[in-house]
């Protein structure tokens, strides 16, 4: 994940940029291969490489002082399509109940339409709370140990996932709210500042 620190604008071809991007790109293929319930290695591994490419892409915008505007925007919705896209994919499949995609989905339909009514005037100062990345974290073991199920020698552990995922909704839940909360805060601040400049006008 990116800092929470401002961001400083930089050309935007950066090495922790490509990895969200390729990040992207893993999110495709995993659905079908998790849909078909075919080459579960595979699945598995790319899984990984999913997850594990979300701690990469931050640590080297802060270990190589790439940060940008860009990456602060992208990293979060490489976040959520993948997520969303994967979760949707074990859904169908069988191995994770409707109900979590729906409330994942239903989340971040409402913080869209939120930030679009905002103007998109919030994103640049929005920063990534505690809770936001406890949820991503506990939705990325919960996916990684449902993808470890598909191998026979750990389908033991399809509950275990199944629970981290229910978990990692809720606070995916409770996180929206949250970042809703802070979006009024600040439409309710900024609306009163123009009040006053139009009062000192």
């Not at 930089?10 to 659905?31: E, F, G, H, S, Y």
């Not at 989905?105 to 936001?132: E, I």
């Not at 709210?177 to 802070?182: F, K, N």
Request: net charge positive; aromatic share 6%; hydrophobic share 55%.
């Amino acid at each position: 994940m990116r800092p929470d620190s401002p961001l400083p604008v930089r050309k935007w071809v950066t090495l922790p940029n490509l990895i969200t991007l390729m990040r992207l790109a893993l999110v495709l293929p995993i659905a079908i291969l998790i849909v078909q319930d075919v080459y579960p290695v595979l699945t598995v591994v790319l899984l990984v490489g999913f997850g594990a490419s979300d701690w990469v892409d931050g640590y080297l915008a802060r270990r190589l002082a790439q940060t940008s505007l860009v990456g602060a925007v992208l990293d979060p919705i490489a976040d959520r399509v993948g997520v969303g896209i994967v979760v949707g994919a074990l859904v169908i499949a069988g191995h994770l109940h409707l109900g979590i995609i729906l409330a994942i989905s239903a989340v971040d339909v409402v913080l869209l339409f939120t930030y679009l009514l905002a103007h998109s005037s919030y994103v640049h100062v929005a920063t990534v709370s505690w809770l936001g990345k406890a949820r991503t974290a506990m939705l990325m073991a919960g996916l990684g140990v449902t993808s470890l199920a598909l191998l026979p020698t750990f389908a033991a552990l399809t509950c275990v996932g199944a629970t981290l995922c229910v978990i990692g909704t809720v606070l995916h839940v409770v996180a929206g709210a949250g970042y809703l909360r802070d979006i009024a805060l600040f439409l309710r601040l900024k609306g009163r500042c123009l009040n006053e400049q139009v009062h000192q006008g």
